[in-house]
């Protein structure tokens, strides 16, 4: 589909980190542009974002470190990008990036739409007056569930016709079982016969690797394996990883654990495992769940955040008490002596988020 030259899409992500917020925007942006709309990445230089970027031929416009609230130099400063590009419309994911793009919004030579794309949920109520005129420079939130809908309405004075649903998008394509389980289990060498239980993602206390062991050492059935796709967060995080060897080793579960590191072709791990745990306390937006589902795979996920909402409170996949390994233990070994869940309806479920779907809803907000 050809768009009108006339819009022109930048994406504000002024974080120098790597993680899904980032890889969000730049996936959404890629996304936007193959679907002929002119598009441009605001960020800063050297940054992770910046240099995928350039690697698949998204132009960039850099900018300095801001100020989270009144960095009115800053926002004069994005103001300027704004007008050299002629940018229509500004998207930001980070509520770091809101006040300086509401500036920026108002210094521009010509109307900017400006959206937001929640990542994370809402933890107490915005309805002082700061917050509120600061969301007042807002032409769209956007919100990637429904109980997160109905959290920005609670929790803020935007006006409701600004507040869109619109799922967190995902190429599905990528996840249709193109690998067999033989051959992914020899790739990442693993036992080819044993029931495997996956978990992926850095090692961090918030990822729940400890509550999965210790489910596992509570389990009836003494040959269920575990696999760990992911790494210690640079910089930090060794000490956790230090514990979860710890715990393998207390528990003696050496030959049933194998720890692999993150890859790019992710569906190969998918394709690996009998059953994904997301054992986070309480995800906003799980994206390995919709992964995991995409690729039939049948997913018990901690009773928090966004996972009853994606696995329709129970419909569509197990849910277990946050925190809780003998609740954990005790959906591990319902999965076991139950019959395996239609994989039609996992993929049913997942439907509405496929990116073609998502980025029409977007240009629909967005009136491109």
Same mark, same amino acid.
């Given at each position: 589909?050809?768009?009108?030259?006339?819009?022109?899409?930048?994406?504000?992500?002024?974080?120098?980190?790597?993680?899904?917020?980032?890889?969000?925007?730049?996936?959404?942006?890629?996304?936007?542009?193959?679907?002929?709309?002119?598009?441009?990445?605001?960020?800063?230089?050297?940054?992770?974002?910046?240099?995928?970027?350039?690697?698949?031929?998204?132009?960039?416009?850099?900018?300095?470190?801001?100020?989270?609230?009144?960095?009115?130099?800053?926002?004069?400063?994005?103001?300027?990008?704004?007008n050299q590009f002629i940018i229509t419309h500004?998207? &930001?994911?980070?509520?770091?990036?809101?006040?300086?793009?509401?500036?920026?919004?108002?210094?521009?030579?010509?109307?900017?739409?400006?959206?937001?794309?929640?990542?994370?949920?809402?933890?107490?109520?915005?309805?002082?007056?700061f917050h509120t005129i600061r969301y007042y420079?807002?032409?769209?939130?956007?919100?990637?569930?429904?109980?997160?809908?109905?959290?920005?309405?609670?929790?803020?004075?935007?006006?409701?016709?600004?507040?869109?649903? &619109?799922?967190?998008?995902?190429?599905?394509?990528?996840?249709?079982?193109?690998?067999?389980?033989?051959?992914?289990?020899?790739?990442?060498?693993?036992?080819?016969?044993?029931?495997?239980?996956?978990?992926?993602?850095?090692?961090?206390?918030?990822?729940?690797?400890?509550?999965?062991?210790?489910?596992?050492?509570?389990?009836?059935?003494?040959?269920?394996?575990?696999?760990?796709?992911?790494?210690?967060?640079?910089?930090?995080?060794?000490?956790?990883?230090?514990?979860?060897?710890?715990?393998?080793?207390?528990?003696?579960?050496?030959?049933?654990?194998?720890?692999?590191?993150?890859?790019?072709?992710?569906?190969?791990?998918?394709?690996?495992?009998?059953?994904?745990?997301?054992?986070?306390?309480?995800?906003?937006?799980?994206?390995?769940?919709?992964?995991?589902?995409?690729?039939?795979?049948?997913?018990?996920?901690?009773?928090?955040?966004?996972?009853?909402?994606?696995?329709?409170?129970?419909?569509?996949?197990?849910?277990?008490?946050?925190?809780?390994?003998?609740?954990?233990?005790?959906?591990?070994?319902?999965?076991?002596?139950?019959?395996?869940?239609?994989?039609?309806?996992?993929?049913?479920?997942?439907?509405?988020?496929?990116?073609?779907?998502?980025?029409?809803?977007?240009?629909?907000?967005?009136?491109?």
């Open positions: 589909m050809q768009k009108s030259h006339s819009n022109h899409l930048a994406y504000l992500c002024s974080s120098v980190s790597w993680g899904g917020l980032e890889m969000n925007q730049l996936k959404n942006a890629s996304w936007m542009k193959e679907r002929g709309n002119n598009v441009l990445m605001i960020c800063k230089k050297n940054s992770p974002v910046a240099q995928s970027c350039l690697s698949v031929g998204i132009p960039v416009a850099y900018i300095e470190d801001h100020r989270k609230y009144y960095d009115f130099k800053a926002g004069k400063n994005l103001a300027k990008i704004l500004l998207i &930001i994911r980070d509520t770091r990036d809101l006040s300086v793009s509401v500036i920026a919004k108002r210094r521009a030579d010509h109307k900017v739409h400006l959206s937001y794309f929640m990542e994370m949920q809402m933890g107490v109520s915005k309805k002082n007056i420079g807002l032409d769209a939130w956007c919100c990637p569930l429904i109980g997160l809908v109905n959290q920005v309405k609670s929790l803020t004075r935007i006006a409701k016709n600004k507040i869109h649903f &619109i799922p967190s998008g995902l190429d599905l394509s990528r996840f249709s079982n193109n690998v067999s389980k033989e051959t992914a289990r020899k790739t990442l060498d693993l036992p080819p016969h044993k029931i495997i239980i996956g978990l992926s993602g850095r090692f961090d206390p918030f990822k729940g690797h400890l509550i999965l062991l210790e489910a596992i050492h509570l389990l009836d059935n003494k040959d269920v394996n575990v696999c760990f796709l992911g790494e210690p967060t640079k910089g930090s995080g060794q000490e956790y990883t230090d514990q979860i060897n710890q715990t393998i080793e207390k528990y003696k579960l050496t030959d049933r654990v194998f720890i692999r590191p993150f890859r790019q072709d992710i569906e190969v791990f998918y394709a690996a495992i009998d059953l994904f745990v997301m054992a986070s306390k309480a995800e906003t937006f799980g994206m390995v769940t919709i992964e995991a589902m995409a690729s039939g795979v049948p997913v018990i996920a901690s009773n928090g955040g966004g996972s009853p909402e994606i696995l329709g409170e129970g419909k569509f996949g197990r849910l277990f008490e946050a925190l809780n390994p003998g609740s954990l233990s005790d959906q591990i070994n319902a999965f076991l002596e139950e019959e395996k869940m239609d994989q039609s309806k996992l993929l049913d479920a997942v439907a509405i988020y496929d990116h073609h779907k998502v980025c029409e809803k977007v240009e629909n907000v967005l009136g491109l």
